[in-house]
């Protein structure tokens, strides 16, 4: 007797969110203990971010950009709703296995905080620490161990040359891109970078935002940015996230966000979007020396 076997389908694993916030209200840094007027910045917040995702986070200023931002990285703990992030409930760990969950992301602030003394091949291996055992970290501090990843994250910004340069000897802008290759030696599964561009001209932000984006789409890694520049949100990220007083004023695909959205999300902000319609333009007039230096996406 022939037995027939019939295939069993299983079916395939359903992707799990690496962040997801469900009505989030966070209190700003700077509030006082029992204040209330003005004392809640993000207000009802709900997101969910699937690994891999490219996502910007637009708005006017005072809109609770950076204060989402450091939510997402365990900085500011929400004073409700609730809070997931790679697959955990951050504050419901103890203070050491949410050290170790914090290591697994990023954080490169709008200013990085780098010691003027420090040598830019230290400050670039920095992003490593969080990854590294207490010795290792040390060492790391006084003889670098990993110079060709500092190295290699650097060119991809055209700061290669200034290598062994004392950050203080640098300007403004490169202090950043430092900020931004930093970032990429990190290796995290999270990337959360507040306004990337701020000291940057239109090439070096053309430059630092494909850098971005392209590392991350190549490892699999969720990027989520600040931007002032919506121009080039709508260009580079796959959804925008717009913040207007506190609260998400839309989630959309960036191919479906209308010029109509944006003025009615800057509204009372109208110099602030119409400088970054100009920042756009300027980086079109750039678009041929850009594109003979990097591969946009």
Not at 25 to 36: I, N
Request: with cysteine; aromatic share 4%.
């Amino acid at each position: 007797m022939t037995s027939l076997l019939v295939p069993v389908s299983v079916p395939a694993p359903v992707p799990l969110p690496v962040l997801k916030l469900t009505h989030v209200s966070v209190r700003h840094a700077a509030a006082r203990v029992g204040a209330t007027a003005g004392a809640v910045t993000i207000e009802g917040a709900n997101l969910r971010v699937m690994a891999g995702e490219v996502v910007a986070i637009i708005g006017p200023s005072g809109a609770g950009k950076t204060t989402l931002l450091h939510t997402l990285a365990c900085a500011l703990k929400p004073v409700s709703g609730s809070m997931s992030l790679l697959q955990t409930q951050p504050w419901a760990l103890s203070r050491r296995a949410l050290h170790q969950l914090r290591a697994r992301l990023f954080l490169a602030p709008q200013t990085p905080p780098l010691p003027p003394r420090q040598r830019v091949v230290t400050a670039v291996l920095a992003g490593q620490l969080p990854r590294l055992s207490g010795w290792a970290s040390v060492r790391s501090l006084f003889c670098p161990v990993d110079i060709a990843a500092a190295q290699a994250a650097l060119a991809q910004f055209d700061m290669a040359d200034k290598l062994f340069e004392r950050v203080d000897r640098l300007s403004g802008g490169e202090r950043q891109r430092v900020g931004l290759a930093r970032a990429l030696v990190s290796n995290a599964e999270l990337m959360l970078i507040d306004e990337p561009l701020s000291a940057l001209d239109p090439t070096r932000s053309q430059q630092a935002i494909t850098t971005l984006v392209n590392a991350a789409t190549a490892r699999g890694a969720t990027l989520i940015t600040t931007l002032h520049q919506v121009e080039v949100a709508r260009a580079h990220f796959e959804r925008i996230v717009a913040l207007r007083g506190g609260r998400i004023a839309f989630d959309a695909p960036a191919a479906e966000v209308t010029d109509a959205m944006l003025r009615d999300l800057y509204a009372d902000h109208e110099d602030e979007l119409n400088s970054s319609f100009e920042g756009a333009a300027a980086l079109i007039d750039d678009a041929p020396e850009i594109a003979r230096s990097v591969t946009c996406r």
